[in-house]
């Protein structure tokens, strides 16, 4: 059983397709003062706990202070975090570490910097990437990435490029999804002004299927490009590496990518009978 909290709130960034920041007042800030925050955690029961707040690296001398007033607590926790803090400041990954951190969640959507200059990411660059994942392992935690396809600047070798890049970094765990245009956003009004909205069946989505037409591949080629991708990264073979790659992390991080990849290895064998 995992507990939950957040320190945070919002986020100041504009990536046009986020559903958190788009909402009204989404985009604003909060910070709680981290003596409550502290003293929420000492009263949650669980040993392990998720971090729900957007990302913890919007702020870092405030979650460096965090970090500080958590050592001790004897808590193991996940959170959220941007690229190109992660990257650049290993004072904050190394506190992260001390104070119970065993993975770090990083929304690295795309290894195309054209892409996600024209969707507003501007935490993330590519070639920070590689440091970011170095200082999360050099310090033993795992690192979890989401990635998303259908952007206008894919092409159908966006699959083949992305499934490279994952190996070549030596990512523990992978999300890979469809890009969503949830109404509200800047991404969706876009699309629908575009006529590129195939349906509002977000149920849809949930299964699998894209709800939008993307610019440079059909909407099938999209979700069995995403599909291919997620059952070879998730292939027995590769899995087992990342599994023994994991036993350098220590116990906790270990068991988070044991657990990660064994679900999603499962999840990919579904998805493959399902194409037979």
């Not at 991080?253 to 999840?267: L, S």
Request: hydrophobic share 40%.
């Amino acid at each position: 059983m995992t507990g939950a909290l957040e320190a945070t709130r919002g986020c100041p960034y504009h990536c046009e397709f986020c559903p958190e920041t788009n909402i009204p007042g989404g985009n604003i800030f909060y910070k709680r003062p981290i003596s409550e925050v502290v003293e929420e955690i000492k009263k949650i029961p669980q040993k392990t706990l998720m971090f729900y707040d957007t990302s913890l690296t919007i702020d870092p001398a405030y979650t460096k202070e965090l970090f500080q007033g958590m050592k001790g607590l004897r808590k193991r926790f996940f959170c959220n975090g941007n690229a190109d803090v992660l990257a650049r400041d290993e004072d904050l990954v190394r506190l992260s570490k001390e104070a119970g951190c065993v993975a770090w969640l990083i929304g690295f959507e795309s290894f195309s910097q054209d892409t996600l200059d024209s969707v507003g990411k501007k935490t993330n660059k590519v070639t920070e990437y590689a440091r970011a994942i170095h200082n999360i392992h050099t310090h033993h935690m795992a690192v979890i990435g989401d990635f998303m396809f259908g952007f206008d600047a894919d092409t159908v070798t966006v699959f083949e490029q992305t499934r490279k890049a994952v190996k070549e970094l030596n990512i523990d765990v992978a999300d890979f999804s469809i890009l969503t245009p949830f109404p509200g956003t800047p991404l969706f009004i876009k699309l629908e002004s575009q006529n590129r909205i195939l349906t509002k069946d977000w149920t849809l989505f949930n299964m699998g299927h894209a709800v939008f037409r993307p610019l440079h591949m059909t909407s099938v080629e999209l979700e069995y490009g995403v599909r291919g991708v997620y059952t070879e990264f998730y292939g027995k073979a590769y899995t087992l590496r990342r599994i023994t790659r994991g036993v350098r992390l220590g116990l906790y991080p270990f068991f988070v990518i044991v657990a990660r990849n064994v679900i999603a290895m499962m999840g990919g064998r579904r998805l493959a009978k399902k194409e037979k």
